[in-house]
C-alpha cells in the first residue's frame, strides 16, 4: 500500500486524507530542569519513525511524555481519515524490558486476561478469552506461546508477547522503547520483521526508540535525531544519516549506504 507523506519539510498538513498522529510542541521539566522543549514530530499512519540519539538526550522521556505517565506542555492530537482530531490517540507500547518473577507460574494467558477481564488469574478462563489471546498471538507469530510460563520465555519470546499485548486492541499509535535489548540476531530480525508486517497489515503509526542504526536504515521510514532537548534534524534515513550533526555524534558517514542518485541525495536533513 502507498502512504502520502507530508505535503511540506515541517510535517504541518498532509497530502491527501491519510490518518496521521502529530506532536507539536513537546516540552518536559522535572525538578525543574529541562528535559525536552518544543518538539515536533508528523507521522502518518503505515510509517515507522525512528528516534535516535546520544545516551540521556531524552528518547525515553518523549516516550513516556507521549504515553501521558510524565507531565509535559503541547499537543498530542490524531488525525482520522476525514481529517476530524481526536483529543488524544490509542496507544499500545512495549518497553525494554518487563521485570517478573522468573519463578512465578503466571502464564503468558494470565497476563492477557489480567489485562483484558476482570477474572482472577490462576482461574479457568472461558473459551472465547482463550481465542481472543490466541488470535492476538499469531499477529506476532507467538500463538503457541499461550500456556508457556512468562519466567520460561526467552528474550525474544517475550518481547513478542509485550508486542501482542501492545496490539490488543489495535492502537492508532504503537511506542516501542527499544524493544530488542538483549535480544539474540535471529529474534531481533524476527521483531522487526514482524513489526514490519504488522504496520503494512494494519496502517500503524510506529514511534521507535533505537540504538541500532543498522535496523533504523533498514526499517525506519523517517528518522527523528534528539539531541539538545529537541529534534535537531528529521527525515529519511538517507537524509538524517548524511547529516553532518549525525555523522559528529555516532562518529559514522553513512553516506555511502545508500544509492548515489542525484535525485535523491542530499547534503543534510532539514533542521527543525
Known sequence: MKHSKCANSEFK????????????????????????KDVNLH??????TAIIGPNGSGKSTLLKAIL?????????????????????????????K??????????????????????????????????RVRESLARTQGEHLI??????????????????????????????????SGIDQKGLELFYETVSILRKNYDLSIILVSHDL????????????????????CGTPQEVFSNAKVIQTFGLDWSNRFEKDERDR??????V
Open 68 to 96: 501521558g505517565e510524565i507531565p509535559h506542555t503541547g499537543e498530542l492530537q490524531f488525525l482520522d481519515a476525514k481529517n476530524k482530531g481526536t483529543t488524544r490517540p490509542s496507544m499500545g507500547y512495549v518497553p525494554q
Open 147 to 180: 500456556n508457556k510460563r512468562l519466567g520460561d520465555l526467552s528474550g525474544g519470546e517475550l518481547q513478542r508477547v509485550l508486542l501482542a499485548l501492545a496490539l490488543d486492541p489495535i492502537p492508532h499509535l504503537l511506542l516501542l522503547d527499544e524493544p530488542v
Open 13 to 36: 498538513i498532509c497530502e491527501c486524507n491519510l490518518c496521521c498522529t502529530k506532536i507539536n510542541h513537546f516540552g518536559v521539566k522535572r525538578s525543574g530542569m529541562e528535559i525536552l
Open 98 to 131: 518487563l521485570d517478573l518473577d522468573a519463578s512465578s507460574p503466571t502464564s503468558v494467558l494470565d497476563l492477557f486476561a489480567a489485562a483484558h477481564t476482570n477474572i482472577p488469574i490462576w482461574f479457568t478462563y472461558p473459551k472465547k478469552i482463550r481465542e
Open 43 to 48: 507521522i502518518h499512519c503505515g510509517d515507522l
Open 214 to 233: 543498522n535496523l533504523v536504515a533498514e526499517y525506519a521510514d523517517r528518522v527523528a535525531f534528539v539531541n539538545k532537548k529537541t529534534i535537531e534534524c
Open 266 to 271: 542530499v547534503d543534510n536533513a532539514f533542521m
